[in-house]
């Protein structure tokens, strides 16, 4: 890293950019996470794990709430909270690797 600090002008320009280029990239992960066509197939994925859940004898309770994690893994709510939470990907604290 730089001994040389940015000034105000460089953190302003640099501030600018990153208020329209992130909800720029915000909107076109959006975008292509939740078309109709997505919803819909991910409908049908949650619907066919929380059958599976239960084929496999768990009940209502335990299926149900396995299917609320599995939903999560895939919003974009849930892997921005499972980050700003400092966990990895398998939802174990990254400190926990140890």
Same mark, same amino acid.
């Given at each position: 890293m730089s001994d040389k600090e940015p000034n105000a002008q =460089?953190?302003?320009e640099i501030m600018s950019v990153v208020s329209t280029e992130i909800?720029? +990239?915000l909107e076109a992960i959006s975008t292509s996470m939740y078309s $109709?066509?997505? %919803? &819909?197939? !991910? %409908? /049908?994925?949650? %619907?066919a !794990?929380? /059958?599976? #859940? /239960?084929? %496999?004898? #768990?009940?209502d309770k335990q299926a149900y709430e +396995?299917? $609320?994690k599995f939903m999560s893994n895939f919003? +974009?709510?849930? #892997?921005i909270g499972q980050v700003f939470q400092g966990k990895?990907? &398998?939802g /174990?604290? =990254?400190s926990d690797d140890d």
């Amino acid at each position: 890293m730089s001994d040389k600090e940015p000034n105000a002008q =460089e953190i302003k320009e640099i501030m600018s950019v990153v208020s329209t280029e992130i909800p720029k +990239l915000l909107e076109a992960i959006s975008t292509s996470m939740y078309s $109709q066509d997505k %919803a &819909e197939n !991910f %409908a /049908k994925s949650v %619907a066919a !794990f929380y /059958k599976s #859940m /239960k084929d %496999a004898g #768990m009940d209502d309770k335990q299926a149900y709430e +396995l299917t $609320q994690k599995f939903m999560s893994n895939f919003s +974009l709510g849930g #892997m921005i909270g499972q980050v700003f939470q400092g966990k990895s990907w &398998e939802g /174990k604290k =990254e400190s926990d690797d140890d």
